[in-house]
């Protein structure tokens, strides 16, 4: 358990102050083993329900991950409850920088295989064997080091429209081809070079840590809290900011300015944008970059073809859906041949 670089009192105190009778929208996650998870689940969504917590939660055996939002005057019953379960005694929270009341609008608590979508087989390594974390003054530090190699462990649609600089952002769909890829281009530098990842929260580098060092990589660093935590840090703390552009969250907001840069295209007409969306048809629901003026001339959809459809009666358009595989599977690519300013994907390397 980590009890460095949590929130301290005085900073709670600051955080509680601003929001007033507002909601503070944050997240935690924690490995740790669940022998009924959907007991834990049950016992989460009373208490929560009741404290008008509102999110998305994942529980598995393996832990939990949360996103969520809870009224700030109830953020001391909330903590007081989390630090009653030992494994999330004083778990660090990511509280995000802009406090947005619109977050979440359900509490919707699952029970799923894993906290993370990660492709791996945990028989085979220690998930708990985990890299050093760093804060974000040691993070700024290392990363300057020339012998570091800073790599991004998040999907191309999320590094696409901000990263830190000079990293490495591996232009993947999956956090499973990462690691190949990855693993791949660094095979003979295991023990000279000093490998840093960053995620979104910390959470997928906390397994990616681990599956490194089972892989015999020597140095293993992991940006503690994530994108979230750094931004956090480095405002209270008046430190550099080496992060550019904005950070992707999987809340309706699609993401969190960091800095002012934009660094992106939009994915129709190659303007400088960093504006995520769903194409308007429902069958697509494709995530991609969209400026305002394509977003009125396209009438919010990818492509011709979308368009079309959307004008269609909407029994017909439900018809048209029988059939077409789920558009979670969509959403998760982010690609498309119809977007003219959109890479196609790169050949996948390793294994
Ligand atoms: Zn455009
Ligand atoms: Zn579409």
């Known amino acids: 358990m980590q009890l460095y670089n949590k929130l301290s009192a005085k900073e709670r105190e600051t955080l509680l102050e601003q929001a007033g009778e507002e909601r503070l929208t944050l997240s935690f996650y924690q490995y740790a083993r669940i022998g009924n998870p959907h007991l834990f689940r049950n016992h989460l969504f009373v208490t929560w329900h009741e404290q008008d917590v509102l999110g998305r939660i994942y529980v598995a055996h393996e832990g939990i991950n949360a996103q ?6 109830r953020f001391k019953e909330f903590k007081e409850f989390l630090d009653g379960i030992y494994f ?22 699952k029970v799923r295989d894993k906290i993370v979508a990660d492709g791996l087989n945990d028989e085979t390594f220690d998930v708990t064997n ?11 530090e290392l990363i300057e080091d020339p012998d570091v190699v800073l790599v991004d462990m998040r999907n191309h649609y999320e590094s696409e429209i901000g990263h830190f600089k000079n990293a490495v952002t591996p232009d993947v769909d999956t ?16 023990e000279d070079k000093k490998l840093v990842m960053y995620c979104t929260g910390g959470i997928r580098c906390e397994k990616a840590s681990a599956y490194y060092k089972h892989k015999g990589f020597k140095n293993v660093f992991q940006l503690e809290g994530g994108i979230i935590e750094y931004a956090r840090q480095v405002e209270n703390q008046g430190l550099e900011n080496k992060f550019i552009g904005k950070n992707f969250v999987f809340d309706h907001r699609r993401g969190e300015r ?8 939009c994915h129709q007409c190659g ?17 991609f970059i969209q400026c305002d003026k394509c977003a009125v001339a396209m009438e919010n959809c990818c492509s011709e073809e979308c368009i079309e459809i959307i004008h269609l ?16 599977k969509i959403f998760k690519k982010g690609r498309s041949e119809k977007l003219k300013f959109k890479r196609p994907p790169s050949p996948q390397r390793g294994n």
């Open 258 to 265: 960091i800095t002012e840069d934009v660094i992106s295209n």
């Open 130 to 140: 985990k890299g050093i974390h760093v804060d974000a003054q040691k993070f700024n």
């Open 271 to 287: 303007e400088a944008c960093d504006t995520h969306t769903n194409c308007a048809n429902e069958a697509c629901h494709l995530l």
């Open 313 to 328: 009666p909407y029994e017909e358009q439900k018809r048209l859906r029988q059939g077409i595989p789920n558009s979670n």
């Open 68 to 73: 969520l939002s809870v009224p700030a005057i």
């Open 175 to 190: 956090f499973r081809d990462s690691l190949d890829i990855i693993e791949a281009d660094l095979k003979d530098h295991k």
């Open 88 to 109: 999330l005694k004083d778990v660090r929270l990511n509280i995000a920088i802009e406090q947005d009341l619109k977050s979440f609008l359900k509490l919707k608590v």
